[in-house]
């Protein structure tokens, strides 16, 4: 197995007689790839026509006598002054009609047909040149792709385009999306525009429709430059660099077309580090194609800004096993050398602006080494979990739609806190998890589904959770489950609307909890435990059992008495439907009681600040301790491990050093 280990790398920012020692650097720390020229369209064509790809070709070069391979990035995230002189209309057009500024990043619009044109001759241009160079491993398009709306003429019209392929014509659109409420009845395709601030003002339909649009056509952005390099390189492979628990764009369609996915790691923004929510993150990644991704950047110096905690000793190494327990094959860190000018002066690389190695460089060296010893053992593994979180990217834009007061939705919080709060008591009992899109894919191999208030529904997704209960999966809702269509329209069935059966029981009553306020609620089923007690926040829905069982009532609040939430069996597996959204305490008990009900197993014990991860291929198993505490910890193993790290055999109680791993292989 090759296990892709390198950096993202800057050349043209530095004199030419400093690359070889940088190049000599990199081999130091056994680096065999670099990702370079993603933001260089002014050095490769720095006027239009005219391409300079000597420098590049220099940089390659000098890489590949070390060994050291490249991917290469498509530059259009940043177009040139040359080409916004040209056409200043390729620049993204705010709700208020304001231009994005020239000299910056990802201020293009994706539907502008004179950026289109230059991105298809710079893409065809690199790919023509490299498309024999052995040392060109593959393509990273663009970088990091993300929605920005644009409001300019271009947009409207291909909006207008759009929904008249979705409708079909005017009068299904006006009664699909309910635009006889305030008189906003269609007459011709014409007097349709975007909808702007403030949002919550304007047609819920149209909103979604309008995010649906612009993330249709970045992913058809993302398209052009894939089908001229597999026209020109087909055995070049093809990534884009993600952003892990970025939500605004459908990440499942745009890694549709890609070899490898990969994402950006930047764990610590802040005093501490959410471990939780980054591990989610992993878990989303890997989960858009269900097989091993890269990091394409994983943060190795402080971000950003002179006041950003630099890393702690040991957590770069701690952040790159993490990402390989989680299932990455490939890590690649940013960024080489901390730039001395530009908009992330202060982004900091593994080496600082002075260039010269340092604490830094020497903990990137002695990861080389443990990814020597590693590799062999993690070949054809990947992570394989028994649990897994619905995931609709249409669900979360309408749910972010539905804002109230002071601009909260439903949760009061976030759009991935409903997934993130029950994700954190599976991650605290070292649980792995999948994210699926039932749109998209079959549920069954998985013992359990979390459904975090899919609000958003349509026939294909309620068939899907309806068979995979009927045909012995647990699946848990939480509230506004099937509460619209999938035009954003509510439902006029009583909710959770064609879910009902399977959960057995309808929402009879339903009330925010605005101001931080909270019910109290208490189990009573005697399989999961009666007597106890919880609290809910944000939302509280008066439960109706019908076949459903009573799994717990409310005991404070309007619905004092009533339903919080129920069990029903359905076919041959079960579906439980909670009213309200739990505390962390409850969802604790609720995953104890998943354990020993549908038989998962946790990779290690619990214990506090350990994260236990598994890699499984039909012949192997190689099991991941991390430690994310600065105090060491310890744990119970049963069976008698190799410490692959170390070579030593262990077995009984393991302790790890603060901000350490162990990697174990079970010795049968």
Partial sequence: MVFWFGVDYYPEHWPRDRWAKDADLMAELGFNFVRLAEFSWSKLEPKEGEYNFRWLDEAIDELAKRGIKVVIGTPTAAP?????????????????????????????????????????????????????????????IDNEFGIDPCYCDNCIKAFRAWLREKYGTLENLNSSCGFIFWSQEYGDWDEIFPPRPPIDMQNPSLCLDWHRFMNDSWIKYQQVQIDIIRRIAPH?????????????????????????????????WGLSVDYARSAMAHDVMRSLKKKPYWIMELQS???????????????????????????????????????????????????????????????????????????SYIEGTSVKPSVAFALVYDNIWAWDLEVAYGGKNYYGLGSWDPALDFYRALYSKNLPVDFADPSREDLGGYKVVFAPSLM??????????????????ILIATPRTGAKDWNNVITEMTLPGALSEVFGMNVEEYSGLPDNGTVTFETIEPSFGSGITGSGRYWAEMLMPREARVLAYYRSGIY?????????????????????????????????????????????????????????SSETRIIFALNHGEAAIQFPLEEECKEILSGEKVKGLIKIDGLDVKVLKPLD
């Fill in 80 to 140: 040139p002054p040359w080409i916004i002189r040209k056409h200043p209309d390729i620049l993204r057009v705010d709700p208020n009609g304001v231009r994005s500024p020239e000299g910056t990043r990802r201020n293009y619009c994706p539907n502008n047909p004179n950026y289109i044109m230059h991105t298809r001759r710079i893409v065809e241009a690199m790919a023509l040149h490299y498309r024999d160079n052995p040392n060109v491993l593959g393509w990273q």
């Fill in 236 to 268: 070049h492979i093809i990534t884009h660099n993600f952003m892990g628990l970025y939500k605004e764009l459908n990440y499942f369609r745009l890694a549709e077309p890609l070899d490898i996915v990969s994402f950006d790691y930047y764990p610590r």
């Fill in 560 to 616: 004092s008495g009533k339903p919080a939430a129920t069990i029903n069996m359905y076919g041959r597996g079960m579906a439980i439907y909670l009213g309200t959204f739990p505390d962390p305490k409850f969802y604790s008990v609720l995953v104890d009681w998943l354990i020993r009900r549908a038989g998962i197993k946790p990779t290690l014990p619990p214990v506090e600040g350990l994260e236990a991860v598994e890699r499984v």
């Fill in 456 to 473: 958003l529904m349509n026939r294909l997704i309620e068939e899907r959770l309806r068979s995979y209960v009927r045909d012995g999966g």
């Fill in 301 to 375: 110096g402080a971000v950003k800004t002179h006041l950003a905690p630099i890393p702690r000793p040991g957590e770069i190494r701690l952040w790159t096993l993490q990402s390989i327990a989680r299932g990455a094959d490939g890590v690649s860190y940013f960024r080489w050398r901390s730039c001395r000018f530009g908009a992330e002066e202060y982004w900091h690389g593994i080496l600082d602006h002075d260039g010269i190695p340092r604490r830094r460089f020497l903990e990137v060296k002695r990861v080389s080494e443990d990814i020597r010893r590693i590799a």
